[in-house]
């Protein structure tokens, strides 16, 4: 399935997501799920398969809190063992090697000033994203929600001393790698340039070794981070990830097992965690 197919296939699956996170605690039936959609139950079906590969109800047994906390109890051993392993080791996403790499202190202070970002918006299999670069690596990668104009502004306002070029040529291949990496041949590596401070590159170099499938509380982050008490600083540089997805931000949740937060919607978080979680007990078998 291509990423076009994909990101359209989201966008009409996220209704029904959203019905989903507002009628969960009842468990509605698949068709009053299709009529959410405004698609038939034979449709719906047909395009929920087509879009993540397996079929809705098992989809959303991973969507359950009783799953989210089944996950949050297994995460800490799986954690540990992810740290001690290194950045290779399996179930990361997409056993992608990624390194990152802090804009210099004279860098951050000047918002860019002199730098030429190049940028691209693209489908994914989560609707429309935005993906940056410098020649030093990708800087920011965020999904669509009010528009292009949009997200090119907000990229601009990060970056306000830069020089922004279109250049979707230029990001097409990165998407394909970060979304369809199966589909590019041996995976190569990404190079993340990250602009926060020390505190919130350490979280998010954390973020990424946390394998796709799994899920961890702030709480515990903070507690791998050697710091238990900074929960709430912890929450703020996981809010502030620049690079979506990649750094996969969509992995940590409430302590109760709610998945709510998310900076792009809690509907894309749902669909990202399932998602993952559904490949991860395919790959299993």
Same mark, same amino acid.
């Given at each position: 399935?291509?990423?076009?197919?994909?990101?359209?296939?989201?966008?009409?699956?996220?209704?029904?997501?959203?019905?989903?996170?507002?009628?969960?605690?009842?468990?509605?039936?698949?068709?009053?799920?299709?009529?959410?959609?405004?698609?038939?139950?034979?449709?719906?079906?047909?395009?929920?398969?087509?879009?993540?590969?397996?079929?809705?109800?098992?989809?959303?047994?991973?969507?359950?809190?009783?799953?989210?906390?089944?996950?949050?109890?297994?995460? !800490?051993?799986?954690?540990?063992?992810?740290?001690?392993?290194?950045?290779?080791?399996?179930?990361?996403?997409?056993?992608?090697?990624?390194?990152?790499?802090?804009?210099?202190?004279?860098?951050?202070?000047?918002?860019?000033?002199?730098?030429?970002?190049?940028?691209?918006?693209?489908?994914?299999?989560?609707?429309?994203?935005?993906?940056?670069?410098?020649?030093?690596?990708?800087?920011?990668?965020?999904?669509?929600?009010?528009?292009?104009?949009?997200?090119?502004?907000?990229?601009?306002?990060?970056?306000?001393?830069?020089?922004?070029?279109?250049?979707?040529?230029?990001?097409?291949?990165?998407?394909?790698?970060?979304?369809?990496?199966?589909?590019?041949?041996?995976?190569?590596?990404?190079?993340?340039?990250?602009?926060?401070?020390?505190?919130?590159?350490?979280?998010?170099?954390?973020?990424?070794?946390?394998?796709?499938?799994?899920?961890?509380?702030?709480?515990?982050?903070?507690?791998?981070?050697?710091?238990?008490?900074?929960?709430?600083?912890?929450?703020?540089?996981?809010?502030?990830?620049?690079?979506?997805?990649?750094?996969?931000?969509?992995?940590?949740? !409430?302590?109760?097992?709610?998945?709510?937060?998310? !900076?792009?919607?809690?509907?894309?978080?749902?669909?990202?965690?399932?998602?993952?979680?559904?490949?991860?007990?395919?790959?299993?078998?």
């Amino acid at each position: 399935m291509s990423l076009v197919q994909a990101a359209d296939d989201y966008y009409r699956i996220e209704k029904a997501l959203q019905f989903l996170e507002n009628n969960f605690g009842r468990q509605p039936e698949l068709k009053e799920i299709a009529d959410a959609a405004c698609l038939s139950e034979y449709h719906f079906q047909r395009l929920f398969s087509r879009w993540v590969g397996i079929s809705p109800k098992r989809f959303l047994q991973f969507l359950t809190k009783e799953y989210a906390k089944q996950l949050l109890r297994e995460s !800490r051993n799986l954690l540990d063992a992810t740290f001690d392993s290194g950045l290779s080791s399996p179930g990361r996403l997409h056993d992608l090697f990624v390194t990152c790499e802090a804009v210099t202190p004279g860098e951050f202070k000047s918002r860019g000033e002199g730098l030429v970002i190049r940028y691209g918006i693209h489908p994914s299999p989560f609707g429309e994203c935005l993906l940056a670069k410098t020649e030093r690596g990708i800087c920011n990668l965020m999904f669509l929600t009010e528009g292009r104009a949009s997200a090119v502004s907000w990229l601009q306002r990060q970056w306000n001393r830069a020089t922004l070029q279109e250049d979707e040529r230029g990001t097409a291949s990165l998407v394909r790698q970060i979304f369809e990496p199966a589909a590019n041949g041996k995976p190569l590596p990404l190079h993340l340039v990250l602009r926060g401070t020390n505190f919130q590159i350490k979280v998010w170099e954390a973020l990424i070794q946390i394998p796709a499938g799994a899920v961890v509380s702030y709480e515990d982050l903070a507690g791998m981070l050697g710091n238990p008490g900074a929960v709430r600083a912890v929450a703020n540089a996981v809010a502030h990830n620049p690079v979506s997805y990649i750094i996969p931000c969509h992995r940590v949740i !409430r302590k109760m097992g709610l998945a709510h937060e998310y !900076r792009w919607g809690s509907a894309r978080k749902k669909a990202i965690l399932g998602w993952e979680a559904a490949r991860a007990m395919q790959s299993a078998k």
